[in-house]
C-alpha cells in the first residue's frame, strides 16, 4: 500500500469525525435563538463530505472535488475553510496520483503519434500545483511533480526543485527521502553534487540495491574503478543473481586490466540472461582487445544468434572481419546491418574501410560522400574525403569535398592546405599558390606549407607565378623549422636558389639534401642537383588526371 494511500485512510478517518462533529452543531443551535446563519457554501461542503465517505470511483471523486472548490468559492467560515480544504487536498492527491499512475515506471508512445499521455501528466501537474496552493507543505505532491517533470519533454530544473522541496520537508519518512536523494541525483549536473545524493540515498535505505548500483554506475563514469567494483560486490552480496550487476562488473574489472575475471563476470551473466545480448558484444569485444581475433568473431556471431534483429552484433562482426582481412564477408554483415536499420553512421564508415581493403577506392569514396550528405555539415569528413581521394590519385575528387569544407569552415587549415596540394597535382599553380597563402594566415609558422608554397614559386612553368626571392625566404624559414633535416626541405631551398640564378648555392643544398639518404626523394633530387650543375633551373608541372 503506498503512502499516498495510507495519507487518504488517515484523510478519510479525520473526514468522517469532522463531518460528525460538523453535522450535529446546526442541531444544537437550532435549539438557541443565537444560532448563527448557514456559511454560503455550507451545503455544497455538506454534501462533497457525504459523497467523500461513500465514493467508490474516479467519477464520484471528481464530483467532490468539484463541490469542495464550489463550497470554498461561495464562502465557508474558518473552520469549515479549513476542513474543506484539507478534504480537497486529500482528494487531488488522489486523484493526481491516479493519473500519475498512467503514465510513470512504463513504456511510454512516443508522443508525435499518441500525444494523451502528455495530457494526462498535464491533468495530474494541474491537480497538484492546486494542492501546493492549498498546503504548500504536502511533500508528497513535490515528489510527484519531480516524477512526472523527469519524463520524457519534462522540465528537468522543475525536477530538481520538486524533489529539493521534497528533502527540505519535515517528517517525510526514510524510504521516501531516500528515493527523493536517489532521483535527484539524477538531474544533479554537478558531480560532486550528485555523488552527495547518492551517498544520502545510501545511508537511507543501505538495504535497496538499486541506490547502491547506482552509485557504482556513477563512479564508473567517473573511472573510479576501485569504488565502483566495492559498491559491485556489495549489491552481489545482496542480489548474487542481478544480469546487470554482472555485466557492471565485467566492465570494471576490464578497465582495471583484469580482463580473466572481466570474462568470468560476462559469462555469468550469460548464465543468468542468455537472450541478453550485451555480454557477447563485451566478450567479442575484449577477445578483440587481446587480439583473438577468432574468438572475437565467434562471439560476435553468438551475438547475431540471440538477437538477429539488432545490427549492433553484424557492425560488430563487420569491424572484426575487416581486422581479419574479410572485407567481403564483412560487407555481407554491413549489408544486413543496414536492411535492419538505415542510416548507421557506422555501417558507411565500415562499408568505406571494406572497399578501400579491396582496393575499391571509388567504391569507397562513394561511401562516404553518401556519409557526408546524410550528415549535418561537417568539415571534417569532407576532408577525410579529400585525404583518402587524394592517396587514389583523384586530385579533383579532393577538391570538389574540399570545396564542400571550406565552405562549412573557411577557418579550416588542413582545408586550404589539402586543396593546395590537390591544384598543385593537376597543375593549377596560381590555384595553388593562393590555398598556400591562405593557409599561412591561419598557422604561419607551418614548415610543410611554407615548403610547398616555396616549391611551387621557384618551379612552376609559368613565369608570372614563380617568384625566386620569396621561394628563398619561404625555403629558408621550412629548413629552420626542421634543423635542416628535412631532404626534400632542402631541394625545396636549392631549386629557390637556382630560379634565382645562384647555381653555386643550389648545388650546395642540393647535394646536402643527396647526403640526407632519403629513400622516397633521392632519385628526384638527384635529378635536381644534374640540372643545376649544368646551368638550368628545376621546372615541375604535375598534371595528375585520373578521370575525376
Known amino acids: 500500500m503506498s503512502i499516498l494511500r495510507r495519507t487518504l485512510e488517515i484523510c478519510c478517518i479525520t473526514a468522517i469525525l469532522l463531518a460528525c462533529s460538523i453535522k450535529t452543531l446546526p442541531a444544537q443551535e437550532t435549539q438557541t435563538p443565537e444560532a448563527k446563519p448557514a456559511s454560503p457554501g ?3 461542503l455538506d454534501e462533497a463530505t457525504q459523497l467523500r465517505l461513500t465514493a467508490e470511483d474516479a467519477r464520484q471523486v471528481n464530483k467532490v472535488i468539484d463541490l469542495l472548490n464550489e463550497a470554498i468559492e461561495e464562502g465557508l467560515d474558518d473552520d469549515n475553510k479549513e476542513f474543506a480544504e484539507q478534504m480537497l487536498v486529500s ?15 512504463r513504456p511510454l508512445p512516443d508522443p508525435r503519434q499518441d500525444p494523451r499521455w502528455l495530457q494526462i501528466r498535464q491533468l495530474a501537474m494541474v ?3 492546486r494542492v501546493l496552493e492549498v498546503d504548500e507543505s504536502q511533500h508528497r505532491a513535490y515528489f510527484l511533480i519531480g516524477r512526472l517533470q523527469s519524463l520524457p519533454l519534462g522540465d528537468d530544473a522543475a525536477a530538481l526543485g520538486a524533489f529539493t522541496k521534497v528533502i527540505q520537508s519535515e517528517g517525510v519518512e526514510d524510504g521516501l527521502l531516500a528515493e527523493a536523494h536517489a532521483r535527484r541525483a539524477a538531474k544533479q549536473e554537478n558531480e560532486t553534487e550528485r555523488l552527495n545524493d547518492l551517498n544520502r540515498a545510501v545511508e537511507l535505505a543501505a538495504d535497496n540495491v538499486e541506490y547502491r548500483l547506482m552509485r557504482a554506475r556513477h563512479y564508473y563514469q567517473a573511472e573510479q574503478f576501485k569504488d565502483c567494483l566495492n559498491d559491485v560486490d556489495e ?11 554482472h555485466e557492471l ?3 570494471v574489472l576490464q578497465e582495471m586490466g583484469r ?6 563476470s560476462f559469462d555469468r551473466a550469460t548464465e543468468l540472461a542468455p ?3 550485451t555480454p557477447y558484444i563485451r566478450r567479442s569485444q575484449l577477445y578483440a582487445k587481446q587480439d583473438d581475433l577468432e574468438k572475437a568473431i565467434e562471439e560476435a556471431g553468438k551475438a547475431i544468434e540471440v538477437d538477429s534483429d539488432n545490427p549492433l552484433g553484424y557492425l560488430l562482426r563487420a569491424e572484426l572481419l575487416i581486422q581479419d582481412d574479410q572485407a567481403a564477408a564483412a560487407l555481407e554483415d554491413i549489408d544486413k546491418a543496414t536492411k535492419l536499420r538505415e542510416g548507421l553512421v557506422q555501417a558507411f564508415l565500415l562499408k568505406a574501410r571494406a572497399y578501400e581493403q579491396l582496393g575499391k577506392a571509388s567504391e569507397a569514396l562513394d561511401q562516404l560522400e553518401e556519409l557526408a550528405e546524410a550528415l549535418p555539415p561537417q568539415a571534417e569528413i569532407r576532408i577525410q574525403i579529400a585525404a583518402m581521394a587524394m592517396q587514389a590519385e583523384q586530385p579533383r575528387r579532393a577538391i570538389r569535398s574540399l570545396d564542400k569544407a571550406i565552405e562549412i569552415d573557411n577557418e579550416s587549415f588542413f582545408g586550404y592546405r589539402l586543396r593546395g596540394d590537390a591544384n598543385l597535382n593537376i597543375g593549377q599553380h596560381a590555384e595553388a599558390i593562393a590555398d598556400y597563402q591562405r593557409a599561412l594566415e591561419i598557422e604561419p609558422e607551418d614548415s610543410g606549407v611554407m615548403n610547398n608554397l616555396a616549391w611551387t614559386l621557384a618551379t612552376s612553368p609559368t613565369d608570372e607565378i614563380r617568384d ?6 619561404l625555403a629558408t624559414k621550412a629548413c629552420d623549422a626542421t634543423d635542416y633535416k628535412e631532404a626534400h626541405i632542402l631541394s625545396t631551398l636549392a631549386a629557390a636558389y637556382a630560379e634565382t640564378g645562384d647555381f653555386e648555392k643550389a648545388q650546395e643544398w642540393a647535394q646536402k639534401a643527396v647526403d640526407i639518404d632519403d629513400e622516397a626523394h633521392s632519385e628526384q633530387i638527384a635529378a635536381e642537383l644534374a640540372s643545376y650543375k649544368a646551368g638550368k633551373p628545376w621546372r615541375e608541372a604535375q598534371k595528375l588526371d585520373a578521370g575525376e
Not at 237 to 245: V, Y
Not at 468 to 473: P, S, V, Y
Open 235 to 245: 549489491v552481489l552480496e545482496q542480489a548474487p543473481d542481478n544480469f546487470g550487476t
Open 275 to 277: 537472450e541478453q545480448l
Open 249 to 251: 562488473r565485467g566492465l
Open 42 to 44: 455550507q451545503s455544497a
Open 468 to 473: 625566386g626571392k620569396r621561394a628563398i625566404e
Open 259 to 264: 580482463d580473466d575475471d572481466a570474462l568470468k
Open 91 to 105: 482528494a487531488l492527491l488522489e486523484r493526481s496520483e491516479a493519473l500519475s499512475g498512467a503514465v510513470l515506471d
Open 127 to 129: 491537480d497538484l500545483k
